[in-house]
C-alpha cells in the first residue's frame, strides 16, 4: 500500500521559530494531504496538494510537493505553542487514506 | 454544522467483551471510513461503507469485526470477543459521495481492554 512516512519523528522549536517535517511515499499518488492531529483527539485537516501541483499555501502553512523524488514537506512558520501536536501526511488510493507514522511537534514558550 | 459524531468517546471493555462503536457521519455525507489508529503508529484504513453497503472491508481483520451502515441511524463498528490487542484509537471520517478523499475525522473513541 502506498504508506507515507515522515521525518523526523519528533521536532522540538522555540516559539516563533519555523518547523519543518518531511513525508515520503513509494508509489504514484493522486493527492497527498497533511493532517494535523493534538493529543488524545481527532485529526485535522490541513491541505491537500494534488500531483499537479507543486507548491500550496495555506495561512503560515507551506506545503510542497516532489513527485519525482516522491516527497512531501510542510513547513509551519512563525509557530505558536497551539502548533504543538503531531502531523501527519497521507496519500490517498482511490479512498483509502494511507498515513505514516507522524512527526511530532513541541512549540516551547 | 456538526462535524462527524463519534461515541462513546472513551470504552473500557474485559477480554471476551463485546465493543460497539457509533460513528453519525457529516450532515450530506453518505460515504463512512473506519480508520484504527495503535500507539505510536498512524492510522490505517480498516472499512469503506454507503448507506446499507460494505464497499470495502479489506482492512478489518476476518473474524470478530464488522460494520454497518443501516439506512436509518450511525455506522456502528462491532468488536467482539475483544482482546488486549484491540485496544486502540478508532476513528471514523465521512465524506460526500463526490469527493471520496476528502475525508472529515470525527474525535475517536478510545477503546482500552482490560
Known amino acids: 500500500s502506498q504508506q507515507g512516512e515522515e521525518d523526523p519523528q519528533a521536532l522540538s522549536i522555540q516559539e516563533g521559530e519555523n518547523a519543518t517535517m518531511n513525508c515520503s511515499y513509494k508509489?504514484?499518488?493522486?493527492?497527498l494531504q497533511w493532517y494535523r492531529q493534538n493529543s488524545g483527539r481527532g485529526l485535522v485537516h490541513l491541505i491537500l496538494?494534488?500531483?499537479?501541483?507543486r507548491e500550496k499555501h495555506s495561512g503560515r502553512l507551506r506545503v510542497t510537493l516532489d513527485t519525482s523524488k516522491k516527497s512531501s514537506s510542510l513547513l509551519i512558520t512563525a509557530s505558536r505553542a497551539a502548533d504543538t501536536a503531531s502531523y501527519f501526511c497521507a496519500t490517498d488510493d482511490d479512498y483509502k487514506l494511507s498515513f505514516g507514522a507522524g512527526t511530532t511537534v513541541t512549540v516551547r514558550a | 454544522n456538526a462535524g462527524v459524531m463519534q461515541n462513546p468517546r472513551h470504552l473500557v471493555r474485559r477480554r471476551g467483551q463485546e465493543a460497539r462503536l457509533r460513528c453519525s457521519p457529516m450532515k450530506g455525507h453518505s460515504h463512512v471510513y473506519w480508520y484504527r489508529q495503535l500507539p505510536e503508529e498512524g492510522l490505517k484504513f480498516m472499512v469503506y461503507l454507503q448507506k446499507e453497503n460494505i464497499i470495502d472491508e479489506s482492512g478489518m481483520p476476518k473474524e470478530r469485526f464488522s460494520a454497518e451502515f443501516p439506512k436509518e441511524g450511525p455506522s456502528i463498528l462491532r468488536i467482539q470477543q475483544v482482546v488486549r490487542g484491540d485496544s486502540a484509537a478508532y476513528f471514523c471520517?465521512?465524506?460526500?459521495?463526490?469527493?471520496?478523499?476528502?475525508?472529515?475525522f470525527g474525535p475517536g473513541t478510545r477503546l482500552t481492554v482490560l
Open positions: 471520517a465521512s465524506s460526500a459521495s463526490e469527493t471520496y478523499n476528502e475525508q472529515f
Open positions: 508509489t504514484s499518488i493522486n493527492n
Open positions: 496538494i494534488r500531483s499537479n501541483e
